[in-house]
């Protein structure tokens, strides 16, 4: 069986698909990496609430936060529903656990 071969580049359809699949591999990466990183953050904003007696969340902020990346998302061609989604599901799970913390 003979592969396709790109007109573009010469590789065949498996080397393009292999190059996709490694940039989305090093996307994925860089997103976990972002990810851990905002989580720390977040864990310091967790602990500063629980000693200073805040509350876990911040709606107003929330809602703020959501309108902008919302706007972001659709700037950049990306659905902005899809966008909210996962941005709520970040939130819920900050606010988690900052409960957690003020609980301790």
């Known amino acids: 069986m003979q592969l396709a071969v790109s007109t573009e580049t010469g590789a ?12 989305i591999d090093n996307i994925d990466a860089a997103l976990i990496h972002l ?5 720390k953050i977040t864990q310091a904003v967790g602990r500063y609430k629980a ?11 929330e809602e703020r936060q959501i309108k ?7 700037a ?8 909210e989604k996962f941005l709520r599901f970040v939130i819920d799970e900050v606010i988690h656990h900052h409960e957690r913390l003020r609980e301790e």
């Open 76 to 83: 950049s061609q990306l659905d902005p529903e899809f966008s």
């Open 51 to 61: 000693a200073h007696d805040l509350p876990p969340a911040d709606p107003a902020r």
């Open 68 to 74: 902008r990346l919302r706007a972001l998302a659709k």
């Open 12 to 23: 065949t359809a498996d080397e393009v698909l292999t190059g996709y699949r490694q940039s």
């Open 35 to 39: 990810l851990a990183e905002r989580f």
